[in-house]
């Protein structure tokens, strides 16, 4: 590609001026200006106004989950766009592409999942299910529980309840009040959850929510029968179990959900992400069908919740494409298959740098620990990832540096559409 300096000075500037990125070092954006100004990509690479090449190794924010650039993903928005890009669904109207999309969700999720609401992203369906939830204890007659518990790693995202349920504590500093009615226990104690519902009292809690595999928190995977002892805990206390799949659905780890690797079902799941790889904005919650039978019955008005764009035809269209896809191209197998080729080349860079220490992954969710030393795992004073973020994006690999939590970690989530010489050419680069 021809460098156009004019052309590029000119952006870094608009840039600077005008766009106030989001989860960014604000100060750094002035001083050095846009790192990386991407203009094209295909498969899991990624291009830049430079012309310089990259392997996506985060599918972008773990949601580019076919790959870049798929034809068939711009002709469903474009087909629908032409037909009709959108129509409310408020009420009881209602369109094919969100209709349809609900019923393949039904068909896909775990046993008993049924309804969907949808959403434009994870925070929104966050938000979506806790008040969902809330509203439903309401119906049934038990007002008082309304408390939603979460886990110190999680991230739930960014608007006010999907913050307040987030346990990473520097996303709750950020701001000075959030929701009420928001705890949080130990990341994998099914014995500390227990614990604070008896504390509590279960008549104060409406739910507890849970990322399969969490991922922003530094991709941290739930030992085996975590989360089956979770389940038992919420049906004892009768207390609903909500799953955030918004990184873990649509086959990042090798299932179609997360939670099918530990064998047990929630009653509410949100989604986003992977539903339509990135290529619209969409997202939503799951119902149980008794959740939604309860709700039927036992509503008296109107479903006082709902977004301008809950149902969105074109981002409908391109969800049920997306997921054509991703079943066509076998892309969760693939996931299966290329996360044991990560973990593998992890356990390599393990056995071969002296500073990695703990590695992890399922699926093509994957993490690096960074250490001083391998033996007692101690860590660097400063971390050490976010200039190995600098380095390998130089050398052509996009990954992310997780320093929450005195963590100093590297995450990797590729498109599920990598092959193996992709992942070589990745570790190769590390
Ligand atoms: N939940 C989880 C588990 C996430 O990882 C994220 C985003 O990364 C969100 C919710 C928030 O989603 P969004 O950024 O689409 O609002």
Not at 235 to 252: A, Q, S
Not at 280 to 291: M, T
């Amino acid at each position: 590609m021809q460098k156009d300096v004019n052309l590029i000075q000119e952006l870094v500037d608009l840039d600077k001026k005008h766009f106030i990125h989001p989860t960014s070092p604000i100060k750094q954006q002035q001083e050095q200006g846009a790192a990386l100004i991407f203009t094209e990509g295909k498969g899991v690479y990624l291009y830049d106004v430079n012309g310089d090449c990259f392997i996506d190794a985060m599918s972008s924010l773990w949601n580019v989950n076919v790959g870049h650039g798929r034809k068939e993903l711009g002709k469903a928005a474009m087909d629908q766009m032409n037909k009709l890009a959108f129509n409310s669904c408020f009420s009881t109207f209602s369109n094919e592409p969100a209709i349809r999309l609900s019923a393949k969700l039904a068909q896909i999720a775990p046993p008993g999942l049924s309804a969907t609401f949808f959403t434009s992203g994870g925070s929104e369906s966050n938000d979506t299910a806790y008040k969902l939830v809330r509203h439903y204890w309401i119906l049934k007659g038990k007002p008082s529980k309304k408390k939603i518990i979460s886990r110190t790693k999680s991230y739930h995202g960014v608007a006010m309840g999907a913050t307040s349920a987030t346990g990473l504590k520097p996303f709750r500093d950020f701001t000075n009040s959030l929701a009420p009615d928001f705890y949080h226990v130990d990341n994998f104690s099914s014995q500390a959850l227990r614990e604070l519902i008896e504390a509590e009292g279960s008549h104060t809690i409406a739910a507890f929510v849970a990322e399969p595999v969490q991922g922003a928190g530094g991709v941290h995977i739930a030992p085996e029968n975590y989360f089956k002892e979770v389940r038992e805990i919420c049906n004892e206390f009768e207390i609903l179990f909500i799953t955030d799949e918004v990184i873990t659905g649509f086959g990042r780890t090798g299932k179609y959900f997360g939670i099918e690797h530990y064998g047990v079902t929630p009653d509410v799941m949100c989604f986003a992400k992977g539903v339509s790889s990135g290529y619209l904005p969409l997202g939503g919650i799951i119902l149980s069908e008794k959740i939604h039978q309860d709700l039927i019955e036992l509503s008296t008005g109107t479903l006082l919740h709902g977004y301008t764009y809950s149902g969105h035809a074109t981002a409908c269209a391109v969800g049920l494409k997306n997921i054509e896809i991703i079943e066509n191209e076998n892309l969760i197998e693939n996931a299966r298959v290329m996360g044991q080729e990560m973990l593998t080349g992890f356990q390599w860079l393990q056995n071969n740098l002296g500073i990695v220490g703990d590695v992890r992954g399922l699926g093509l969710m994957g993490a690096i620990e960074i250490v001083k030393d391998q033996v007692t795992q101690e860590r660097f004073e400063s971390p050490l990832s976010p200039l190995i973020v600098v380095e390998a994006a130089k050398r052509g690999v996009i990954c992310r540096a997780i320093v929450f939590d005195n963590q100093d970690t590297l995450v990797f989530a590729p498109p599920l559409i990598i092959d193996k010489t992709e992942i070589e050419k990745m570790m190769s680069i590390l």
